[in-house]
T-cell receptor, first 119, second 109 residues
Framework: NAGVTQTPKFQVLKTGQSMTLQCAQD?????MYWYRQDPGMGLRLIYY???????DKGEVPNGYNVSRLNKREFSLRLESAAPSQTSVYFC??????????????????FGPGTRLTVL | EDQVTQSPEALRLQEGESSSLNCSYT??????LFWYRQDPGKGPEFLFT???AGEEKEKERLKATLTKKESFLHITAPKPEDSATYLC??????????FGTGTRLKVLA
């Protein structure tokens, strides 16, 4: 069980370049999330996918697009990178069955992160 | 609006010196309060979920408690390996997780 994997681990882009961050989970979870983490700001939700085939905006979606390719994979795309998008990006997944509230369904599991610098 | 505030921002303890971290929250329709540990350069690691006021969870030297307005993470007789950033998050009726900015804990040998 690899859990949540992310690629790449590090990336440097020039302003205006595009790239896709990849995320995959092998826990058969329904929900997947993309966060960015900046000093002093905490983790902020960019986009999430409650289930295969659905995506919704989070707190800071501008400048990003997502694709829930299948139940395992959730990618984040920067179409035209800006220096303000320099950050550490984390993907997460959870079982989160909205029909049930219980002790294990809402726990999130995080990947190791992608450190992105936009020059 | 759902909100999470953690205090203190940073905490330095001597090995064996017990203390508590605070997480104050406002949320409509609490579906869970979560504690995570994050080591430098790594993703957050899940520690505890609490669902209702009065609930307590324990794991080794850590104990998490929950009231209607706040949660505490108590660290008993900490060791240097407990040094990390501890994050608190809530999940409310919007099904979106809201994170605090964390408490950076340093335990000195």
């Amino acid at each position: 069980n690899a859990g949540v994997t992310q690629t790449p681990k590090f990336q440097v882009l020039k302003t205006g370049q595009s790239m896709t961050l990849q995320c995959a989970q092998d826990m058969n979870h329904n929900s997947m999330y993309w966060y960015r983490q900046d000093p002093g700001m905490g983790l902020r939700l960019i986009y999430y996918s409650a289930s295969e085939g659905t995506t919704d905006k989070g707190e800071v979606p501008n400048g990003y697009n997502v694709s829930r390719l299948n139940k395992r994979e959730f990618s984040l795309r920067l179409e035209s990178a800006a220096p303000s998008q320099t950050s550490v990006y984390f993907c997460a997944s959870s079982e989160q069955d909205r029909g049930r509230v219980g002790s294990s369904y809402n726990e999130q599991f995080f990947g190791p992160g992608t450190r992105l610098t936009v020059l | 609006e759902d909100q999470v505030t953690q205090s203190p921002e940073a905490l330095r303890l001597q090995e064996g010196e017990s203390s508590s971290l605070n997480c104050s929250y406002t949320v409509s329709g609490l579906r869970g309060l979560f504690w995570y540990r994050q080591d430098p350069g790594k993703g957050p690691e899940f520690l505890f979920t609490l669902y209702s006021a009065g609930e307590e969870k324990e794991k080794e030297r850590l104990k998490a408690t929950l009231t209607k307005k706040e949660s505490f993470l108590h660290i008993t007789a900490p060791k240097p390996e407990d040094s990390a950033t501890y994050l608190c998050a809530v999940l409310g009726g919007t099904y979106k997780y809201i994170f605090g900015t964390g408490t950076r804990l340093k335990v000195l040998a």
